[in-house]
């Protein structure tokens, strides 16, 4: 156990200074390096939640490492795609779209920036992960459990884009829109002037954009049908530690936005992301059986 917690240590540590390394050496925006300024002179507290943020990642690639069917760079490959494309990607692509609620003091290309030192970190620590606490005698050959049929696997990557949609108005509604600064925050974007406004032009790309996320959500995450092939409650318990790293950044204060509206995309995210994690796992899986 002991071995295991310093194993694990030393890979959050890793993950950790090559985030920050990457971060220093990307060409941010002018408004992007004050805000980041302006964060540590106001919130010194807010890397300690950083970290935590970074231990969650790194904790959701060691629960799928333990619980993997094989080991070698097949899980390598497989895990940094699932990583990345859902914790990074979809999270910051969908950031540029309401990038008009930053008044201009943040870019597109600065949330590319930070997708990319993502990724440097995940490059670095995954490799290391795997050596570290992959099963050396696990087989490298991919699973059965992975022959996916066209037109099944079409339907279900359909149904999470609906589920998605569900989850996120449920929340949405619910939670976040009841409030007023929330609205503000957002009302000069596309969506939040087809949500609350008067625009109704940009509602059916956002409505498209939505279900779009719920499919891209599920698509990311096909790989680690094989890689935890043998028990369906470990699958799905791995896919929302994974759904649920971006809303774990949102617990760190953020100059970008003001606390309440941190805080509801916290909770908003959170239970978002947890509903359509459980469900979708369920889709996902279908009717097989657990081995274990």
């Known amino acids: 156990m002991i071995k295991t917690c310093l194993k694990f240590l030393l890979s959050f540590v890793v993950y950790t200074v090559v985030f920050f390394i990457g971060n220093s050496f990307m060409p941010f925006s002018q408004g992007f390096t004050e805000l980041n300024e302006l964060m540590l002179e106001e919130h010194p507290e807010a890397t300690l939640f950083h970290l935590l943020n970074f231990a969650w990642i790194c904790f959701a690639i060691y629960f799928i490492i333990k619980h993997a069917s094989y080991a070698g760079g097949k899980l390598v490959l497989r895990i940094l795609c699932i990583t990345f494309f859902t914790v990074f990607f979809i999270t910051f692509v969908g950031a540029m779209y309401s990038v008009n609620a930053f008044e201009g003091r943040i870019t597109r290309l600065d949330f590319l920036f930070v997708m990319l030192t993502g990724l440097l970190s995940?490059?670095?620590?995954i490799p290391l992960m795997v050596k570290f606490f992959g099963n050396k005698n696990a087989r490298t050959a991919i699973t059965k459990n992975m022959n996916l049929h066209m037109k099944t696997t079409a339907i279900k990557l359909g149904l999470c884009g609906l589920v998605y949609f569900a989850a996120y108005f449920i929340f949405a509604f619910s939670v976040q829109?009841?409030?007023?600064?929330?609205?503000?925050?957002?009302s000069d974007t596309q969506w939040g002037r087809a949500a609350w406004g008067s625009d109704r032009s940009g509602l059916f790309p956002w409505?498209?954009?939505t279900v779009l996320r719920g499919i891209l959500n599920g698509l990311f995450v096909l790989p680690l049908l094989s890689i935890i092939s043998k028990n369906k409650r470990k699958f799905i318990i791995g896919l929302c530690l994974i759904y649920l790293a971006p809303?774990?950044?949102?617990?760190?204060?953020n100059p970008m936005f003001p606390d309440t509206v941190?805080?509801?995309?916290?909770t908003a995210m959170a239970g978002t992301m947890l509903l359509f994690g459980v469900i979708v796992g369920n889709i996902l899986w279908g009717k097989r059986k657990n081995n274990d």
Do not use: G, K, M, T
């Not at 995940?122 to 620590?125: D, E, G, K, R, S």
């Not at 829109?177 to 957002?186: H, I």
């Not at 941190?262 to 916290?266: I, V």
């Open 207 to 209: 409505l498209s954009i």
């Open 122 to 125: 995940l490059l670095v620590a």
């Open 247 to 253: 809303a774990i950044n949102h617990i760190a204060p």
């Open 177 to 186: 829109w009841q409030f007023e600064e929330f609205r503000n925050f957002y």
């Open 262 to 266: 941190r805080l509801l995309h916290l």
